[in-house]
């Protein structure tokens, strides 16, 4: 009787270690979603954003000071610098598959909107363009929202966030 495995050959395998184990205990390999995708170049393009931000209100803030822009120098860099953080974590989660990477993600779907209508509320009065633009800031509060947090949980049901205790059991 054939015992082992047959590749390619007619002959049969020597039981060694360089047959698979078994099905249970090789690590499930989860393609990226196209929601998961887009959640990522959204986090990497307002990390991007952020950071560059920072890097102008440094460069120009000669020519900031010169108009007396508001709210500042101070304020445009350290929000710029927070954006810049909050997307990088929240891209690196989305990567990294672990279970800590769905809180960050998490934290970067609820984050960038709060910070966002804070940056809106805290800079404008009440005849500034911005709040014109209310209507569409209110939509795409929602659709940030709820596209985040529906990409969010369908990654998670299928199993895309492993925790510490799942990556031992496949690997040892």
Not at 78 to 98: H, K, Y
Not at 106 to 129: H, K, R
Not at 144 to 171: P, T, Y
Request: positive net charge; glycine residues 8%; contains cysteine.
């Amino acid at each position: 009787m054939e015992t082992g495995y047959t590749i390619l050959t007619n002959y049969p395998a020597e039981k060694t270690s360089l047959n698979p184990p078994a099905s249970s205990s090789l690590p499930t390999k989860i393609r990226m979603s196209f929601g998961v995708s887009c959640l990522l170049l959204v986090f990497i393009l307002l990390a991007f954003g952020g950071w560059l931000r920072m890097a102008l209100a440094l460069r120009d803030q000669a020519f900031i000071r010169e108009v007396n822009a508001l709210p500042g120098v101070v304020y445009l860099a350290i929000t710029g610098a927070v954006w810049g953080i909050l997307g990088m974590v929240s891209a690196a989660g989305l990567i990294s598959r672990r279970r800590w990477g769905l809180r960050s993600a998490l934290s970067g779907v609820i984050l960038f909107p709060l910070t966002g209508w804070a940056n809106v509320l805290w800079t404008s009065n009440i005849q500034s363009a911005s709040l014109i633009n209310l209507p569409f800031l209110i939509a795409l509060t929602i659709f940030w929202l709820a596209a985040g947090l529906l990409v969010l949980i369908r990654a998670d049901r299928k199993g895309w966030f492993i925790s510490k205790n799942d990556e031992e059991k496949n690997h040892g």
